[in-house]
């Protein structure tokens, strides 16, 4: 198949898929979500994205009917009915099904959707530009949600610009950007902003301060500004669709090109665990 969705167990085409107008997800954004990449067929830290999946459904009390397990092989099960072994996977769970209803009941079984379309990760050697906003985002950003408006709004405008992403800018300092994390080198430093409930714990993020950890390069976690940022010897943007890329200009100000080869180091290191956790093993 091109493409294939799926829901509650049934799969097809995406253009024929539907879902009941009374799941939550519709009227309220009622629901969570993770989306990762193939190469070779194989999901990148598919373990990872399950782990965090499940930890926004309890944190919003959505009642999962599966296990961890279960979803792996499903989505493991769906991966290879794709032709492209090259994919995007995206999963959902909405808290149920339900007549329109501000008050939810608590005994609502969640609904399980995946769509899965052939997309490659961003090229390592991709520079990014990134335009500046405003961030005006709900307060769970720290959970994969799709209420993601603000985001959606922002991101098109950027890319009416010419822009491939934006950076949020919350009572003067940076959160995150629309979908993806970013961090800086500064001085042989990592820095990344705390996690919060405006940033999400990205596992392209996780994995940057773990490979720092195993090189030896010093990071800090800590609050910054967009000033610091156009400062920097060179900006990185993180996501499970863009690894670990290089920012070259944000708004009108060309940035970075310092550190070329402390951030090359880094770059390779993470790029070497994607090739590595997406080869088949002979």
């Avoid at 990762?36 to 830290?45: A, G, H, K």
């Avoid at 940057?208 to 920097?232: D, M, N, W, Y």
Wanted: proline share 3%.
């Amino acid at each position: 198949m091109k493409n294939l969705g799926y829901y509650n167990g049934r799969y097809g085409l995406l253009e024929f898929m539907s879902i009941p107008m009374l799941d939550r997800s519709i009227a309220f954004g009622d629901a969570v979500y993770e989306s990762v990449y193939t190469r070779n067929y194989i999901p990148y830290s598919l373990d990872e994205h399950i782990d965090r999946f499940f930890a926004s459904a309890a944190y919003f009390g959505i009642n999962l009917s599966f296990t961890k397990n279960k979803l792996k092989d499903i989505i493991l099960e769906l991966v290879h009915k794709v032709d492209s072994p090259e994919q995007m996977v995206y999963w959902q769970a909405s808290r149920g099904t339900q007549i329109r209803s501000h008050v939810y009941d608590k005994d609502l079984i969640a609904n399980l959707l995946i769509m899965l379309t052939p997309k490659s990760i961003y090229p390592m050697d991709k520079q990014l530009k990134l335009m500046s906003s405003v961030d005006t985002r709900h307060y769970y950003c720290n959970i994969k949600t799709p209420n993601i408006l603000a985001n959606t709004l922002a991101r098109t405008k950027a890319a009416d610009d010419d822009f491939d992403e934006v950076v949020f800018v919350r009572n003067n300092y940076v959160t995150e950007c629309a979908h993806s994390n970013i961090s800086y080198l500064k001085d042989g430093v990592f820095i990344t902003s705390p996690l919060d409930c405006n940033v999400l714990n990205g596992i392209a993020r996780k994995h940057l301060l773990e490979k720092c950890s195993q090189i030896g390069i010093p990071f800090e976690e800590r609050h910054f500004t967009l000033q610091e940022l156009k400062v920097a010897d060179t900006v990185i943007n993180s996501s499970a669709g863009s690894l670990c890329n290089e920012v070259i200009q944000i708004d009108n100000d060309a940035i970075g090109g310092k550190g070329e080869e402390l951030f090359k180091t880094l770059q390779q290191a993470i790029f070497d665990d994607y090739i590595k956790g997406t080869t088949i093993d002979e």
